[in-house]
């Protein structure tokens, strides 16, 4: 059995106090974020494309700072941390992104390893460890495999691999099955899951695919105008009856 | 598992560019090293022969008068040995002014008295002229003191300018090796991105690149020295087979400390490009979160 890692004091893994965010000069992107997750939550983001879900999550994984408002992560404000603190906050966050990000000169094996080589750990420490999780995404096979070989679909379990390989407090990913096909979809759903119940992982998935949300019964948070709103059914069934009135009733 | 692929992948066609550059400039900056301690070495050995020197003129005396002279020298001290030249060595003095035909029997010409002194002795021309004054011979008294002094300006300006290039070259290397770095960065922004995302430390990040330019100044370094090496020792035998009309170049050899200059170049390439590589590197992460 596996026990959460949380801090005792960390009451709140992510919050997001009246946060907006904009490039340059121009209008803001997001407006007045308010958001927390609790510890071991597991929640979705949805929205429309360009609705700024993929800012938000930038937000959370410390790729950005806020142009108002401000970013805490484990109880900790992220303003006034220096560069050292943010890495160590950092190491704590496993990100899938949705365009992937691997490295094309690395292998499968190497990229899901990366995290591990960043905290300085042996490669004879971690090696099991890594193959067993490829190899739990299917691709066992497929380790020296360079990305550029790899199916769209088998980048991004190598990228959600790399993603949770250091059992991180907090998993945010960003469109994780955007390119898969259903049954490898719940099976990765079921990884979060698994994280998120066994670990006390806080999970946040941003999604616009409603089949997912069904799948779970978790808040569901939908950006819109530049607002961050919380739905006020939860994902599941309420998501089901929501998308096939035919069930209501 | 086999060996850990680097995380930086390696740029062959931008790495071999910036490897000759810096061999260039290393071997330029050899060069000019070798070049400004062979003017000291050089300026040491000339001004040394005349120091201690002195020609005294007697222009109003015969071959006795400039004995006397002569006797009144050796009496002063500091003087180690005089001698009154003879006319066929002032014939051939002044063989490049006047031709190899002789001198006019008309032309009056000074006794000349060669000195050699302890060069440690100061003020040595005023004593010996003032010595023979008081002996009521008139007499001027050459310590080749400015031709040594020329000598010593014009080396000490070679010496200067030979190590204003090894900096400018040195520098040069480092703006070179900071630009490659910044363009390296830039086209692996990617890694870096995700590295730093990972969690992983500025030190860290910046820890790649520097080892990656550690290696490469350390290797194109050495390439530059053994280029200068080769091109020294060029010069060495090009002077010893025509050594008897390269007169000016006595000193030119490769001794210990010059082989010292060789082996220290590629060592300061290497910590150059590792310096200019951090630099660059933390000044750019410092732009991002």
Known sequence: MTYPRHDLFDDVA????????????????????????????????TGASGAGKTSL????????????????????????????????????????????????????????ALPLRVLGRRESDYRADVEELLTWVGLGQRLHAKPPTLSGGEQQRVAIARAVVTQPDILIADEPTGNVDPEMGTRLMRLFLELNKRRGTTVIIATHDLGLVRQVEAPVYRLSNRLLVQDVEFGGEAARRRTDPGLEG | MAKETPLLPVEDVREAALFFVVGALCFLAALAALSAKSTYGAAKSWTAEVQGELTVSLPDVD????????????????????RVLSKDEIDALLEPNFGSRGLPESLPLPQLVAVEADPAVPDMGPTIARNLAEAGIASAVDEHADWAGDVRRVLGVARLTALIAVALLASTAVAVIAFATHAALLARRDIVDVLHLAGARDRFIAGLFERRFWVLGLRAGAVGALMALGASALMIFTVQVHGSRAGLLPELSLDFLDLVILVVTPVIAGFAARFAARMTVIRALKGMM
């Open chain 2, 63 to 82: 071959r006795r008068g400039a004995d006397e002279a002569r006797k009144i020298i050796e009496q002063t001290q500091g003087v180690r040995t005089a």
């Open chain 1, 57 to 112: 999550l930038k937000l959370l994984y410390l790729a950005l700072k806020p142009s108002r408002g401000e970013v805490s992560l484990f109880g900790r404000s992220t303003s006034n941390l220096t560069r050292d603190q943010l890495s160590s906050l950092r190491r704590r966050v496993g990100v899938v992104f949705q365009e992937f990000r691997l490295l094309e000169h690395l292998s499968a094996y190497e990229n899901v």
């Open chain 1, 14 to 45: 992510v919050r997001l106090d009246s946060v907006s965010l904009r490039y340059d000069t121009s209008e803001d992107i997001l407006s007045d974020i308010d958001l927390v997750l609790k510890p071991g939550s597991f929640s979705f983001l």
